[in-house]
């Protein structure tokens, strides 16, 4: 699957932040983020806020999500949550629009 490289901006979907979903600097949710100092960034924040920091080790979020269709499915991973796969509603929205 092709990663995401920009934020999901449907928060209002987020049913769990995970330790690792939501990013410090600008608090979207985004396929992956570092650690540094105990706090999640993306990598767009981090490049900003540690320019000299090539070092980091970017991981897939753990942020759970709900269907954005109103299917009743929760606790989606970030890939399930885009690629619609908990109903034919989403699998068939997301044909029809990039949420991403």
């Known amino acids: ?9 449907l928060d209002k979907y987020v049913t769990d932040h995970g330790e690792r ?12 983020t ?5 706090q999640s960034y993306c990598r767009l924040c981090f490049s900003k806020k ?5 070092t980091a080790i ?3 979020s753990d942020a759970k999500f709900h269907c954005f269709k109103e299917c009743g499915a ?4 970030f890939d399930q949550f885009i690629l619609g796969i908990c109903c034919d509603p989403a699998a068939n929205f997301v044909g029809n629009r990039i949420l991403f």
């Open 1 to 9: 699957m092709k990663k995401p490289t920009v934020q999901v901006g």
């Open 21 to 32: 979903g939501q990013c410090f600097g600008c608090k979207s949710f985004f396929y992956d």
């Open 34 to 38: 570092a650690l540094m100092n105990s």
């Open 50 to 54: 540690f320019p000299e920091n090539s």
């Open 58 to 60: 970017f991981e897939k």
């Open 74 to 77: 929760r606790n989606l991973s």
